[in-house]
């Protein structure tokens, strides 16, 4: 692989993990000590949950009543002052040095008890964090939930539900469900991933589900595959399917075990980009961003929680691997171009085994402002039969057309800080690829650059593929990749919305975001322009960025420039959070 050296992006990534570490520390390091809740405490589960309407429909009545007195901006009540009454905030932080003769409702803010505070009712925070130190005093009950409360602030001062929204995937699929007997009967219909192999893919089937008791319940799950592309080879079937049969135990240790089959066009596994993304891009700019094939197998799963943060997976599964080809795919500009050739992957039978474990204190999935995120999986691949893609030997040493076998490996850690009602980090390192064994298949290949992760260089920039020619397709041929990423992000409220025929379309809060990331991908092993297999590449050779945007949740708007490379300042849309 070519790369030249940028000896001062050394200094660029001290930087970036320093102020990561700077950032940590002192909000840790200054707090009080708390009875309540810590930033560093894990969080229950009544916590992470989200909050039951009858708490919200009471917490909105009392913020909203005429006795009430609602503040605005941030709140801070010195030691030795004193306020009668229920005091109400949205959206900031209210600190309490004196005393409250009343209670205090906190909604999507932070509330601070000092050592000097006393409150001589109730505290309820929906959507922030409580802090109490040692000597406060609280009367009342305390009532917290991390999780954002789904309402809006209007002009005069009160707060209302906000209105459920709709998100772009919800628009693609549609259900109906029904009772026949003990079994529930549920008919889905929906449009997975446009993509150059497929066109546009229709699932639909049936879902039948049987609570046996309130702990054991078994789902059959069946779907027919359509696709509206016409193929120009016969490496593909114009149908497909999928059969999923799950039981699933409930309880304090929840275990879910299952038989899967199907005959499926997945994606490689370098997928940065999302799968809503990745098909609009395909559908709208004739712009696949993902490499596809074909597979057709079977598998046995389980995953089991033995304690709430915590889930372990093992999967077995027997699999028909082919190359596919773009098909005779539809999009609505640019049709006169060719699409990106699809890349050719090692053809044959795989036995795959995969550990997988993942760690989740968020407080919440889609939005998450603190907790951790961890996921990582093992798997070991052989095969008997295997017709191996023609690749150099500088990329790739010949592959045994039998008794091949192969290790694994994955990981993603995030961690979500949340400094106050408004601002919160976001940090994450991510990689895997090739342990050991046999040379890496084609369809597991990896690569580095485009719109995620690393937004500042075009699409593969570091492919790994080494020939002086190198193939338009842009294939993935990398060994292993390596990513750090860090957000810090404000919160600004807009409450910005029109109506358009039946839909409110609107922002009612952004984020705004700074963001850098460094990363790298390499190919691994001995000779000329590899990595040694116990080593990571040389740290002058990663690609770092710098950015900023505006993450309005369903659609976020960046602007990323690499900081080494002479490339372009890059205009991002995203339908999805970076991470």
Not at 269 to 275: E, I
Not at 397 to 422: I, K, V
Request: net charge positive.
């Amino acid at each position: 692989m070519s790369v030249r050296r940028h000896h001062h992006l050394r200094g660029a990534i001290l930087l970036f993990a320093t102020g990561a570490l700077t950032l940590l520390g002192p909000p840790i390091a200054a707090q009080e000590p708390v009875r309540t809740l810590d930033l560093g405490a894990p969080i229950t589960d009544t916590l992470r949950g989200a909050i039951p309407d009858a708490i919200l429909t009471r917490v909105l009545d009392r913020f909203n009543a005429p006795t009430t007195t609602r503040l605005e901006g941030n709140f801070d009540l010195a030691p030795g002052g004193i306020m009668t009454g229920t005091l109400a905030l949205y959206g900031n932080i209210a600190r309490i040095g004196g005393t409250v003769r009343g209670s205090v409702v906190v909604l999507n803010g932070d509330l601070r008890v000092a050592a000097t505070g006393r409150v001589e009712g109730d505290i309820i925070v929906l959507g922030g964090r409580l802090t109490v130190a040692r000597g406060a005093v609280i009367t009342g009950d305390t009532t917290v939930y991390l999780r954002g409360a789904a309402v809006q602030r209007q002009a005069d001062g009160r707060v209302i539900r906000r209105r459920p929204g709709r998100a772009l995937t919800d628009l693609t699929s549609a259900a109906a469900s029904f009772p026949i007997g003990p079994v529930v009967a549920t008919l889905r219909a929906g449009a997975q991933p446009y993509n150059r192999v497929e066109g546009l893919p229709i699932s639909v089937g049936p879902s039948f589900t049987w609570q046996a008791d309130p702990l054991n319940t078994i789902q059959l799950d069946l779907a027919g595959i359509v696709r509206t592309a016409s193929s120009n080879s016969q490496d593909r079937p114009d149908f497909g399917w999928t059969g999923r049969l799950s039981a699933r135990r409930a309880g304090s240790t929840p275990l879910v075990v299952g038989l899967e089959a199907g005959s499926i066009i997945a994606p490689m596994a370098d997928q940065h980009y999302s799968a809503l993304e990745s098909g609009l891009t395909a559908f709208l700019l004739r712009r696949d961003y993902r490499d596809w094939y074909a597979t057709r197998g079977w598998g046995l799963f389980a995953n089991w929680t033995p304690t709430r943060p915590l889930t372990v997976g093992l999967g077995v599964h027997q699999s028909r691997e082919r190359s596919v080809h773009a098909g005779d795919a539809f999009s609505l500009f640019r049709g006169n171009e060719s699409w990106r050739a699809n890349t050719l992957v090692d053809d044959g039978r795989f036995q795959t085994i995969e550990l997988r474990l993942a760690y989740d204190t968020r407080d919440e999935a889609s939005r998450p402002t603190s907790g951790w995120w961890i996921r990582g999986e093992l798997r070991r691949i052989t095969s008997r039969e295997l017709t191996p893609a023609s690749l150099p030997t500088d990329i790739r040493d010949a592959l045994p057309t039998s008794g091949y076998q192969a290790d694994e490996a994955d990981f993603d850690a995030r961690y979500y800080l949340r400094l106050n009602a408004r601002h919160s980090v976001h940090l994450r390192v991510a990689g895997g690829g090739w342990l050991g064994g046999d040379p890496m298949l084609v369809q597991h290949r990896r690569s580095m650059g485009g719109l995620d992760p690393l937004s500042g260089y075009d699409f593969r920039y570091l492919n790994c593929d080494r020939r002086l020619r190198r193939d338009p397709g842009l294939p993935a041929l990398c060994d292993r990749q390596l990513l750090l990423q860090a957000e810090f992000r404000r919160a600004l409220d807009l409450n910005l919305s029109t109506r358009i025929g039946g839909y409110t379309i609107g922002l009612q809060r952004v984020e705004a975001v700074a963001f850098g990331d460094v990363g790298t991908a390499w190919l691994a092993g001995d000779g000329k322009g590899r990595v040694p297999s116990n080593r990571i590449q040389n740290i002058g050779e990663w690609r770092s960025d710098v950015g900023v945007g505006l993450d309005g949740g369903t659609v976020g708007i960046y602007l990323a420039k690499a900081i080494a490379d002479p490339e372009p300042i890059r205009l991002l849309l995203r339908l999805q959070r970076r991470f």
